[in-house]
């Protein structure tokens, strides 16, 4: 089966398909170990709409980010650690409310995550988030914190984060029809 476009495709032990356009405009399949190639085929068709539509999105983002001027490091220095300091005080404070520990936190620029929570507790967030509105910034942090509880994306991980943020949803779909614009801020 041709596709209008190319991917690349991981194999892990996950248990499920999954499609992500990478901010260059790249399509990666992540793909259990045994996934036939034919039913990656007719995923990728099934999903052919949503894809185009990303990578359309990809594609303006960098042209948007080609024709803007560079952020200085000055600049970028000063919403890191605005972005620290905010993000320090709301984990604490959330980790209070849904009883869990945490160990450091990263302030990053990540293209493609908006937060992660690994194994050992530490917490990343991308500095970009202070553009966003607050109850999305509460929303990360009470999802990566919500992990120290439930590693995965379960019903189970949903209810921990519904126990701190009963309206969680709201935020969770702003991040994601809106999360792309907070790239062409700055």
Request: with cysteine; aromatic share 12%.
């Amino acid at each position: 089966m041709k596709h209008p476009f190319s991917y690349d495709i991981i194999y892990s032990s996950r248990k499920t398909l999954a499609i992500q356009i990478t901010s260059d405009g790249k399509v990666r399949v992540r793909a259990p170990k045994r996934c036939p190639k034919s039913m990656i085929d007719s995923f990728l068709y099934e999903k052919q709409n949503w894809i185009l539509k990303h990578l359309k999105q990809a594609e303006v983002r960098r042209e948007q980010a080609a024709a803007k001027p560079e952020l200085s490091a000055r600049d970028r220095k000063r919403y890191i650690e605005l972005a620290r300091d905010i993000f320090t005080r709301k984990t604490s404070y959330y980790a209070q409310i849904l009883g869990v520990s945490y160990g450091r936190i990263s302030i990053r620029e990540q293209k493609t995550r908006w937060g992660s929570c690994s194994s050992e507790g530490n917490l990343n967030y991308n500095w970009r988030l202070i553009f966003a509105p607050e109850d999305v910034l509460d929303y990360v942090v009470v999802h990566e914190l919500a992990h120290r509880k439930e590693m995965n994306h379960s019903k189970a991980f949903y209810a921990v984060v519904a126990s701190a943020l009963p309206d969680y949803k709201k935020p969770q779909d702003w991040l994601r029809k809106n999360g792309s614009t907070l790239w062409t801020i700055v």
